[in-house]
């Protein structure tokens, strides 16, 4: 069993400590909290269907980093893993270096959400989180402490079971913060948040990657996450297709290009990549061009075409990760035309 470096509670942000306590053996230990999530090569399969394929990537400290795939991409399978809630068929997590099982005080090290509804739904709020400070040695004014944080004051003495699934998440996001843990995994938080209650979550996020947390949190929107996210991991049908920085992803996936409308498509193609630009057709007859909206007014001046429009497109983050995901989604609709979206 391993020892824990000492850390303390408090309002103001997390701290770690060199002072040791005795850990549950009684020996005393100066180990300090890194919050590191590595995942090593991890893969789990149900019968002949591979979920999670050889999945390898860091988690780091101080950032929020969002764990982003299509529906049934297997985030939540990656996150049950590394959680030790599944069995992985290959590979491991670990988390401040060890896996989850072996962490001493689990509430305290990693405070997760994986599902907002897991909870009895005929204990009240307070004593839910009451029975989970009790079972992990928590002192009980940490209890009021998430109860503030996550604004549910008013709503403590009712039963869970008659939580909406906002009210749902903020109660899974109090018990997450209950150990004022160095790592946070959160399966989906927004899912059923009012738009004050995303306002609130994206800034408490960002609150605790700035006082050195570790933040993992899934998400199917790219838009959702542009608004909070360090860091992406990004994968599709289990495999990883990107693991970037939120700037590096804007860089490199959303490109810009130009929309020309012009009577004389074939004239200002060859106009255009005589001067070295890529033309691309647009199946509405216009032209996507890949120069600055001024360099082709230069060169549409010059050779005397005429154009009827120049548009300057930028692709969305949502855009992007859909071409970035579009081999990997397994579920999507049909169009009334039978065509695929
Ligand atoms: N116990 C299981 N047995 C068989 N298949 C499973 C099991 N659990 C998950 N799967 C399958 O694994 C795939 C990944 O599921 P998972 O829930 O991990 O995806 P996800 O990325 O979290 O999806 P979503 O965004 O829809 O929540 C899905 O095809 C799912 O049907």
Redesign the pocket.
Known sequence: MRGRGWRSFSNRGWRRGSQPRAGRGGSLSSRTITGMIEVTDLTKR?GT?T?VEGLTFQVRTGRVTGFL?P???????AMRMMLGLDRPTAGEVRIDGAPYQRLRDPLRTVGALLDARAVHPGRTALNHLRWLARSNRIPPRRVREVIELAGLRSAVRRRAGTFSLGMSQRLGIAAALLGDPAVLVLD?PVNGLDPEGVLWLRHLMRDLAAQGRTVFVSS?LMSEAALTVDHLVIIGRGRLLADTSMSEFIDRYTDVGVRVRTPEPRRLRDVLVGAGITVTDCSDGSLKVAAAAERIGELVAAHAVTVHEVTRKTVSLEEAFMRLTAAAV?YRAESPGGVRR
């Open positions: 149900y269907t979920v795939g529906n049934g991409a297997g985030k939540s399978t989906e199917h397994e």
